[in-house]
């Protein structure tokens, strides 16, 4: 079993997938609802969406190694309950990276198409004197709806994640601090 400084390298680890994960779910819950930050903050979440699976992929591992050190009988069902709670946080977030890029790719679409319409010449009036109005790019309407869709399940994901890393959470410190803290 790896140590660091003769202390099991799980519950050292494990913090890191607390942070980051928790970190996405906000990062993540703004960028879809609040469109003006999406510029700001999303390169930050895009690599909280990259790291977050690894660092909870490293916790699984990691807590393997500690339960098959500290149970090598067979694991409880307290153990085998978080360990399941772990990997369903994981195979969330790794339903989320795709998820994820394909909302922020067409949300760099709109935000391209805003940006051409800004400098683009004002649209010429037809033969009935009348000048159109909105976006000279064709696929505004249906961007607006796929990434209203994507936007949901991205949001879905997101909240799940959260629910996941609550409940490994607090298995994890049920087993480690239960009935010793009053």
Known sequence: MPTIL???LHPLVVHAPIILVGLLVLGGVAYVLIPPLRQRIGWAVAALVLVSPASVFAGIMTGRQLADYNEPNGWSAAVSQHHDYAFWLLWTLVALVPVWFLFAGLDRG?????A?????????????????AGSSDPASGGRKVVMFIIG?????LLL???????????????MTWGGLVR
Request: proline share 7%; charged share 25%; no cysteine.
């Open 160 to 174: 799940l994640a959260a629910w996941w890393l609550f409940k490994t959470g607090h298995a994890g410190a049920e």
């Open 116 to 132: 051409r319409d800004g400098e683009a010449p004002a649209a010429a009036a037809d033969e009935d004197g009348e000048t159109p």
């Open 6 to 8: 003769n202390l099991p």
């Open 110 to 114: 709109r935000r391209a198409a805003q």
């Open 152 to 156: 949901l399940v991205a949001l879905a």
